[in-house]
């Protein structure tokens, strides 16, 4: 297996843009989690999927956030507008059950100029 | 609120010694703990995780310590090798949910 797979790996953009991450869980993964890390926080739950429905968005920071996850494969987080603030590195992980193990992606690394 | 703290930033140990990173946490609804460790421009990777029902697990050069009356955990890794140098998070995760909540981690350097 691939393992998870997040893209792009480093997004560049201007403040006011909207930006879209991508992320593609490990296949028979029911659930899919995204996370920011910044060296204040650490790495914070934004929000969690089971079987493509979301259960937990309550650490997305604000409305410009949002995340959906059409089929079993493939998620998206986007950012609309952007902000400085929102620099950050964000991960995707997928694991098959509560209580298991998570398996990150490699992060995508964001910068809002 | 945070809920899981790891409160050295950083850990500079030598080559050979014994390295121990600690984790406390608040709530007492957690049951679940894991270690993940993160090398430069890379995810997190699983390292250990220990079950409130235990309070020592162990695999290979690594121990996690589950003290439940302090809500604190430890890492021990022996011997350190400079191949351990990374930024090691603890999580921790309450029995019917299913989300873990990760400490701010800390970053281990082992010297040659």
């Known amino acids: 297996d691939a393992g998870v797979i997040q893209s792009p790996r480093h997004e560049v953009t201007e403040m006011g843009q909207e930006v879209t991450l991508r992320c593609k869980p490990i296949?028979?993964?029911?659930?899919l989690f995204w996370y920011r890390q910044t060296m204040m926080r650490g790495l914070e739950l934004l929000i969690y999927?089971?079987?493509?429905?979301?259960?937990?968005d309550s650490g997305m920071p604000e409305d410009r956030f949002s995340a959906k996850m059409p089929n079993a494969s493939f998620s998206t987080l986007k950012i609309q507008p952007s902000e400085p603030r929102d620099s950050a590195v964000y991960f995707c992980?997928?694991?098959?059950?509560?209580?298991?193990?998570?398996?990150f992606g490699p992060g995508t690394r964001l910068t809002v100029t | 609120d945070q809920q899981v703290k790891q409160n050295s930033p950083s850990l500079s140990v030598q080559e050979g010694r014994i390295s121990i990173l600690n984790c406390d946490y608040t709530n007492s609804m957690f049951d679940y703990f894991l270690w993940y460790k993160k090398y430069p421009a890379e995810g997190p990777t699983f390292l250990i995780s220990?079950?409130?029902?235990?309070d020592k697990n162990e695999d290979g050069r690594f121990t996690v310590f589950l003290n439940k009356s302090a809500k604190h955990l430890s890492l021990h890794i022996v011997p350190s090798q400079p191949g351990d140098s990374a930024v090691y998070f603890c999580a921790a995760s309450a029995q019917g949910t299913y989300k873990y909540i990760f400490g701010t981690g800390t970053r281990l350097k082992v010297l040659a």
């Open positions: 296949s028979g993964h029911d659930y």
């Open positions: 999927f089971n079987n493509n429905v979301p259960i937990d």
């Open positions: 992980a997928s694991t098959p059950g509560p209580q298991y193990e998570q398996y």
């Open positions: 220990i079950s409130s029902i235990k």
